[in-house]
């Protein structure tokens, strides 16, 4: 079983940073895509960004294009989210998500995290 632990979450002002970090428990996840997406009270999930195995493939959701950074550590099996200039709206449980492909994330088939709140006041 795999399991994938976020951290880092938090209450911060409109504009301000908060640095996710997902940490996964298998070792076989340094070749894995991994990723992050969020969900808002009474909304849709949203995809926010994935990158891939060797870090070099990295795509973000049209809403935090721009602001938003995602990097990983593969030596300490983890990924991490840089979110800045944050928003009201970027407001939502984030969840970090795992999956056997190299390069991208099918969230249906992927391991989740158990997710980690994410408060922007404005």
């Known amino acids: 079983q795999v399991h994938l632990v976020e951290s880092g979450g938090g209450l911060v002002q409109a504009g301000g940073s908060l640095r996710l970090s997902c940490a996964a428990s298998?070792?076989?996840?340094?070749?894995?895509?991994m990723g992050w997406f969020r969900q808002a009270p009474g909304k849709e999930r949203e995809f926010v960004a994935s990158i891939s195995w060797s870090g070099d493939v990295i795509y973000y959701g049209a809403s935090v294009k721009g602001r938003f950074t995602a990097s990983r550590d593969s030596a300490k099996n983890t990924v991490y989210l840089q979110m800045n200039s944050l928003k009201p709206e970027d407001t939502a449980v984030y969840y970090c998500v795992g999956d056997t492909s190299p390069t991208s994330i099918d969230a249906s088939s992927a391991y989740w995290g158990q997710g980690t709140q994410v408060t922007v006041s404005s």
């Open positions: 298998e070792r076989a996840f340094s070749s894995y895509a």
